[in-house]
């Protein structure tokens, strides 16, 4: 990649180690929110080329937001992309967190330590500017580079962008499968009560949130976004019809 820098910010007080203070690759295993997040740092895949990092997620989302479908869907020929290089200090270790959590939010592939790759849209532009921004007062060190890819290499980020989104999308999955098992037990126990609805609704409320936020940093359209927003709409559909049956019977009740 290549091209030059978009934005310099070189710290007032930043760390005098060079390898120390970068920050490792994430492991696949945590995801962003609203899953939980894993306090514990992860580790980088040394020697790579291209770090792969799949990802590893109250108030019901709007549907009209769940359906707009994915981030973009540019070509590799339509493809630019913003690289963001940082060294954030050893101490505090929160500092590095916070850095690895900002751009997993935001869909950052990581693909060494501390080098993160964006598609460079307007939207995306902004939020990683004003990351790199806050780097900087962390009395960090940051660079954000705006850059082209060798065809090959275009062809290589955007499928693991994809397989990035669809590690999400799995977990998603299994929490809908789980909503699902849950809403069947309860039905063949009979536990049609308020307080069953309420819990089962707040999952549901924070599966759509995840959901929300995972379409939104989907810059590629992962294989497994459309099967997402079917399971979803069963998980809706089937809560419907428990709450549905609840009412019946405690209208019959009295």
């Known amino acids: ?44 895949e040394p ?3 291209f770090g792969r990092q799949p990802r590893a997620g109250s108030e019901r989302a709007r549907e ?12 590799m020929e339509e493809t630019k992309w913003l690289v963001l290089v940082y060294r954030a200090p050893v101490e505090p270790s929160t500092a590095r967190v916070r850095v690895w959590r900002k ?39 940051s660079f ?7 065809p090959q290499e275009a062809v290589e980020l955007i499928e693991r962008f994809r397989a990035q989104s669809d590690q999400e999308y799995s977990e998603i999955l299994e929490q809908c499968r789980g909503l699902l098992e849950e809403l069947a037990a309860e039905t063949e126990k009979g536990k049609f009560t308020f307080a ?26 992962g294989a497994l976004h459309d099967e997402v927003l079917r399971k979803v709409e069963e998980c809706r559909a ?8 609840v009412f019946r019977r405690h209208s019959h009740e009295h």
Request: charged share 35%; proline share 9%.
């Open 64 to 75: 009209p937001e769940l359906e707009r479908g994915v981030a973009g869907s540019e070509t």
């Open 1 to 44: 990649m290549s091209d030059g820098v978009l934005g310099r910010q070189p710290p007032e007080h930043g760390p005098s180690e060079p390898e120390s203070g970068l920050y490792c690759q994430p492991d696949p295993g945590p995801r962003v929110e609203p899953g939980p997040e894993s306090e514990r740092e992860p580790e980088a």
């Open 144 to 150: 954000l580079f705006r850059a082209e890819a060798e």
């Open 47 to 49: 020697n790579s080329e």
């Open 238 to 245: 089937r809560m419907e019809e428990f709450e549905s049956e």
């Open 196 to 221: 069953e609805i309420e819990e089962n609704e707040g999952d549901l409320a924070y599966i759509e949130r995840w959901v929300e936020k995972a379409i939104a940093r989907d810059f590629f359209k």
């Open 103 to 141: 751009v997993r939010e935001l869909g950052g592939l990581y693909i060494q330590q501390a080098v993160s790759v964006f598609p460079a849209r307007p939207d995306t532009e902004r939020a990683v500017l004003r990351l790199s921004k806050e780097i900087h007062e962390l009395g960090a060190e």
